[in-house]
């Protein structure tokens, strides 16, 4: 064997083995496709080797050649493996990557929900515009006469007192309850009339679970020719019933100034009687001092306090639960 022979066997072996060398080591499509470039490629390692081959005789060439040859296949299907190795792994990883995990937490948006106060009166409402009634409302801030005056109630009423009403400097006072409405409603109106007044009242209570200073009562008014006490048990025990569900509902005598005769309605909650409600016959007095023939029309009415509905409704412990704004309290509704 010649020199010439032994010396190109020698460069075609140690550039086998560098190529191996470097393609096991390559990491990307590019670097495989640069390593393939620089040993098989036109002007790349393999063709200057290959070169060399000019010197040798015509006897030895074929030898070479094939030995040449040998190790061109073997580079590439060694970069042919390497790529198709590259390839799955770029896409096993992309699998990864973009896979769903079903169990992850997902991104929670904050949700806004209707307070249980104003879910309360707008359910009472619905049963109220249900059996034809509208919504009105009137001013909190009131004069004596819209809350207690034309109501027929006397001057010396214990209402009246400055421990339970808040006067304000100019002589009016903030509405002690939504019966104000009544008055105002009738002053512009003219019956057939059937209202249901919500709104916010202000009492002079000392707080406590079961008193706020700031309360919210709804009020309901109907006055017609021929109304009856009956009419007055239907509709408060229609109403009671779509609040409450087919709950036992009783009457009790009571009294309040702007009605006669007037009672005052528990609802069996839980095995217990509770007070929801007062209602009653409008007084005559109270038509008259709105212009209307008593002779002609009766009237009844019912007023009831939406906080203490919606602490029976929601078995809410403690009326400042409801001013709070405490979100982990509200998020319940
Ligand atoms: N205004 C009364 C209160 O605040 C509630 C009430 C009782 C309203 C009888 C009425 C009624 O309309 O007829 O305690």
Request: with cysteine; glycine share 8%; hydrophobic share 40%.
């Amino acid at each position: 064997m010649t020199t010439q022979v032994k010396d190109l066997e020698n460069q075609l072996a140690e550039l086998r083995q560098a190529a191996l060398a470097a393609i096991a080591g390559a990491q990307t499509l590019e670097s495989v496709e640069q390593l393939r470039i620089a040993y098989l490629g036109k002007k790349g390692e393999l063709s200057v080797v290959l070169g060399g081959m000019g010197k040798l005789s015509a006897g030895d060439r074929p030898q070479i050649g094939a030995l040449a040859n040998q190790v061109k296949e073997l580079l590439q299907t060694n970069l042919d493996r390497k790529r198709t190795d590259l390839l799955a792994a770029q896409i096993q990883a992309q699998l990864e990557a973009e896979t769903l995990d079903v169990t992850m937490p997902g991104f929670y948006r904050p949700q806004g929900r209707v307070h249980p106060l104003q879910s309360t009166i707008d359910r009472a409402l619905d049963v109220f515009v249900g059996l034809g009634y509208t919504v009105e409302q009137g001013p909190e801030m009131e004069t004596d006469y819209y809350n207690f005056g034309a109501l027929n109630t006397p001057l010396d009423h214990p209402a009246r007192d400055m421990q339970d009403t808040f006067y304000l400097p100019d002589g009016n006072l903030l509405r002690t309850h939504t019966s104000s409405v009544q008055i105002r409603h009738m002053e512009t109106n003219e019956p057939p009339i059937r209202i249901a007044a919500p709104g916010r009242c202000y009492r002079r209570d000392t707080e406590d679970a079961t008193h706020a200073a700031v309360f919210h009562q709804l009020e309901i008014l109907a006055v017609d020719e021929g109304l009856t006490f009956t009419d007055l048990k239907g509709t408060v025990k229609t109403f009671l019933e779509e609040m409450f569900g087919p709950v036992p509902i009783r009457f009790r005598a009571s009294y309040f100034p702007f009605t006669e005769p007037s009672a005052e309605v528990d609802v069996q909650w839980n095995g217990r009687w509770l007070e929801v409600l007062g209602c009653g016959m409008v007084d005559p007095n109270v038509l008259k001092a709105v212009g209307y023939d008593p002779e002609v029309y009766t009237g009844f009415a019912a007023g009831f306090g939406v906080e203490r509905f919606a602490m029976v409704l929601h078995q809410i412990d403690d009326i400042r639960r409801l001013y709070t704004s405490d979100l982990r309290f509200l998020n319940q509704f």
